[in-house]
């Protein structure tokens, strides 16, 4: 099974400040059609995740353009340009390449 | 409006079966991928399973096969998951997830509690 490695697990941040979340797989993402299998989800308190990007740098239908997704092969960034409130959650990275899909650990943004 | 709810969660005792329905409206559920992927309490995200759009092929993870089992009923654009054997470590709010490599669609989960 290809493994996901999430860091930090634990990311405060003062609302109005960036964001970044590192995320790495134990094999390559990038398939022959060039595209990378890896998406990022947010889980925001006592709902269900949500898809914000997919295949390493698009952005979900209704994703404020704050976010952004980058990366290749097996290491990925998903990066917040300017953090609200409304961004508190958990942040899971997830390889689509290989069944098993697996999940990063997640990471829990909070503000300061 | 896509959405997914899914049915059929509550208590069972180990070595017991539920099934888990996921109906899906404002989209036609054959042509997806459907997959269910489970979180227990307080921990990460688990994928379960996934059933490709006509049923004709289905996948399961280690921990579950065997004991689970996918199935969809196109013409009632429903999803089921058949879990028998049951363990406490299935405690789990379940969801059902569209997508194929990705997930866009995700329903509001159905809670498996294991327990005697």
């Known amino acids: 099974d290809i493994v996901m490695t999430q860091s930090p697990l634990s990311l405060p941040v003062t609302p109005g400040e960036p964001a970044s979340i590192s995320c790495s797989s134990s094999?390559?993402?990038?398939?022959?059609?060039?595209?990378?299998?890896l998406d990022w989800y947010l889980q925001k308190p006592g709902q269900s995740p949500q898809l914000l990007i997919y295949?390493?740098?698009n952005r979900a239908s209704g994703v404020p353009d704050r976010f952004s997704g980058s990366g290749s092969g097996t290491d990925f960034t998903l990066k917040i340009s300017r953090v609200e409130a409304d961004d508190v959650g958990v942040y899971y990275c997830m390889q689509g390449l290989q069944i098993p899909h697996t999940f990063g650990q997640g990471t829990k943004l909070e503000l300061k | 409006e896509v959405q997914l709810e899914e049915s059929g969660g509550g208590l069972v005792q180990p070595g017991g079966s539920l099934r888990l329905s996921c109906a899906g409206s404002g989209f036609t559920l054959s042509s997806h991928w459907i997959h269910w992927v489970r979180q227990a309490p307080g921990k990460g995200l688990v994928w379960v399973s996934r059933i490709y759009s006509d049923g004709s092929v289905t996948n399961y993870a280690d921990s579950v096969k065997g004991r689970f089992t996918i199935s969809r009923d196109n013409a009632k654009n429903t999803v089921h998951l058949q879990m028998n054997s049951l363990r406490a470590e299935d405690t789990a709010v379940y969801y059902c997830?569209?997508?194929?490599?990705?997930?866009?669609?995700w329903g509001q989960g159905t809670l498996v509690t294991v327990s005697s």
């Open positions: 295949l390493g740098s």
């Open positions: 094999q390559s993402l990038l398939y022959s059609n060039e595209y990378n299998y």
């Open positions: 997830v569209r997508g194929g490599n990705y997930f866009d669609y």
